[in-house]
């Protein structure tokens, strides 16, 4: 285990360019929100200034109305589509001068990961003082949140476009892109030029993709317009529950550090609402799962997919409810023949074992399941999940997803020497 650990810290130092961490080379070439936050977990165990530095150079990228941009354009790359030259952030009066991003987010999980940093850290007091201002940033951003993303006031925000859900191509986004009349748009995909097209989204799904983002910047991405003509709208279980753990995390630094009373009252009403909500709304008890709600149809999206299990990490499920999402995730996802977790319900027709988030297991979920199995005492598949995502990278190496068939995998899919791999690699294996 000291040798794959030595491995993972190897890709981290690979991957580190003078302030942040790229997720792989040629691939993704800049900084990405999310990816950041699992990266800076990893980097924490053995060069905590470079986890401080990741999480502040993200931070640095905020807007004025506290948003945080899912990719930041640090340098000028021509081998990633779609480009800063494509968002045109600066359209919305809030974003930076200083950077170009994107004008959409992805899951906020800035909150739980410096308080990852801070229960690594040696130095509890100097660590407290360092992360302070950031978590003003983080608790900027769900205000953010709530203020902007909450269409009723519920305590459940929305993403208004599936990357902003982290699972890009989820068989979930299947049956609202069939109700969206696309444009067919005209450019070049880089993606496919590194990685083998069959393991990527589709032309059609990048046609719909670049529809969405040319309707918000139509609207200079005001939220307002965006709320009332995305065609995309909807309140994804794996987003609110990195939301409901990123809160959960402020309350816990914030009581820590002291004086920060109204921002706990806030967090705390936050918290109420949304996590009432989450399990009023988004679970299903008949397929034993948390769900997707589309906002734009008004309907649910009745799928199982791994971000169903997520909510455990936040400790938002009853006991109960919880006894129940084990018991679908182990008939459907858990057989002998199968890695620990698939991206995508392996029973349905719509399972695709080596495209992207239609299937493949990832790393980044695997660990987000690992540590809330272990709050809720499921030990023993805790354990299934830390060992299943050891064996897949000693096996094929620090790949961005695999394959979750035992039998057939032969290698990882995406892209090599993946950063947050790694990084939750190393976790895991200090986690003892």
Request: with cysteine; glycine share 6%.
């Given at each position: 285990?000291?040798?794959?650990?030595?491995?993972?810290?190897?890709?981290?130092?690979?991957?580190?360019?003078?302030?942040?961490?790229?997720?792989?080379?040629?691939?993704?070439?800049?900084?990405?929100?999310?990816?950041?936050?699992?990266?800076?977990?990893?980097?924490?165990?053995?060069?905590?200034?470079?986890?401080?530095?990741?999480?502040?150079?993200?931070?640095?990228?905020?807007?004025?109305?506290?948003?945080?941009?899912?990719?930041?354009?640090?340098?000028?790359?021509?081998?990633?589509?779609?480009?800063?030259?494509?968002?045109?952030?600066?359209?919305?009066?809030?974003?930076?001068?200083?950077?170009?991003?994107?004008?959409?987010?992805?899951?906020?999980?800035?909150?739980?990961?410096?308080?990852?940093?801070?229960?690594?850290?040696?130095?509890?007091?100097?660590?407290?003082?360092?992360?302070?201002?950031?978590?003003?940033?983080?608790?900027?951003?769900?205000?953010?949140?709530?203020?902007?993303?909450?269409?009723?006031?519920?305590?459940?925000?929305?993403?208004?476009?599936?990357?902003?859900?982290?699972?890009?191509?989820?068989?979930?986004?299947?049956?609202?892109?069939?109700?969206?009349?696309?444009?067919?748009?005209?450019?070049?995909?880089?993606?496919?030029?590194?990685?083998?097209?069959?393991?990527?989204?589709?032309?059609?799904?990048?046609?719909?993709?670049?529809?969405?983002?040319?309707?918000?910047?139509?609207?200079?991405y005001s939220d307002q317009k965006i709320a009332e003509l995305s065609p995309f709208l909807v309140q994804d279980p794996l987003f609110n529950t990195m939301l409901i753990?990123?809160?959960?995390?402020?309350?816990?630094?914030?009581?820590?550090?002291?004086?920060?009373?109204?921002?706990?009252?806030?967090?705390?009403?936050?918290?109420?609402?949304?996590?009432?909500?989450?399990?009023k709304k988004l679970f299903n008890k008949e397929l034993g799962a948390y769900i997707h709600y589309d906002l734009r149809n008004d309907k649910p999206l009745n799928y199982?997919?791994?971000?169903?299990?997520?909510?455990?990490?936040?400790?938002?499920?009853?006991?109960?409810?919880?006894?129940?999402?084990?018991?679908?995730?182990?008939?459907?996802?858990?057989?002998?023949?199968?890695?620990?977790?698939?991206?995508?319900?392996?029973?349905?027709?719509?399972?695709?074992?080596?495209?992207?988030?239609?299937?493949?297991?990832?790393?980044?979920?695997?660990?987000?399941?690992?540590?809330?199995?272990?709050?809720?005492?499921?030990?023993?598949?805790?354990?299934?999940?830390?060992?299943?995502?050891?064996?897949?990278?000693?096996?094929?190496?620090?790949?961005?997803?695999?394959?979750?068939?035992?039998?057939?995998?032969?290698?990882?899919?995406?892209?090599?020497?993946?950063?947050?791999?790694?990084?939750?690699?190393?976790?895991?294996?200090?986690?003892?």
């Open positions: 285990m000291k040798e794959l650990q030595k491995r993972a810290m190897k890709v981290l130092e690979n991957n580190w360019k003078d302030g942040f961490s790229i997720p792989c080379e040629a691939l993704y070439p800049f900084q990405w929100n999310w990816d950041s936050g699992f990266i800076a977990i990893g980097l924490a165990h053995f060069d905590m200034e470079k986890a401080i530095k990741e999480m502040e150079t993200l931070l640095d990228a905020q807007w004025e109305n506290g948003f945080i941009p899912h990719i930041i354009f640090h340098t000028e790359s021509d081998s990633y589509f779609p480009g800063a030259d494509f968002h045109c952030s600066y359209l919305h009066p809030s974003a930076p001068k200083k950077y170009k991003s994107t004008g959409m987010t992805q899951p906020p999980v800035a909150g739980f990961a410096l308080q990852e940093l801070y229960k690594i850290s040696k130095d509890k007091e100097n660590i407290l003082a360092t992360i302070e201002p950031l978590l003003n940033k983080v608790y900027k951003n769900h205000e953010y949140f709530y203020n902007y993303r909450d269409l009723h006031n519920e305590g459940l925000v929305y993403i208004y476009h599936n990357w902003e859900s982290g699972t890009d191509n989820s068989p979930l986004w299947d049956d609202i892109f069939s109700t969206m009349q696309s444009p067919e748009f005209t450019f070049e995909r880089r993606d496919t030029t590194h990685v083998d097209a069959s393991q990527r989204p589709s032309k059609k799904e990048y046609d719909h993709y670049l529809n969405i983002i040319e309707i918000a910047k139509t609207h200079n753990k990123s809160n959960e995390s402020l309350l816990e630094l914030y009581k820590i550090i002291g004086n920060h009373e109204e921002k706990i009252q806030k967090l705390e009403v936050w918290q109420a609402k949304s996590i009432k909500s989450f399990n199982v997919s791994s971000s169903s299990f997520t909510p455990l990490y936040a400790g938002i499920p009853t006991k109960e409810n919880a006894d129940i999402l084990i018991k679908t995730m182990m008939e459907k996802f858990g057989k002998d023949h199968q890695y620990l977790c698939a991206s995508f319900d392996p029973t349905s027709e719509r399972y695709n074992p080596k495209k992207y988030w239609r299937g493949p297991v990832w790393i980044n979920v695997n660990w987000i399941l690992y540590n809330g199995m272990k709050k809720y005492g499921f030990t023993e598949i805790s354990e299934r999940i830390k060992n299943d995502s050891v064996t897949l990278v000693e096996k094929f190496g620090f790949y961005e997803y695999f394959d979750a068939r035992k039998s057939e995998g032969e290698t990882g899919y995406g892209g090599n020497n993946f950063s947050w791999t790694a990084a939750l690699i190393i976790d895991m294996l200090n986690d003892n």
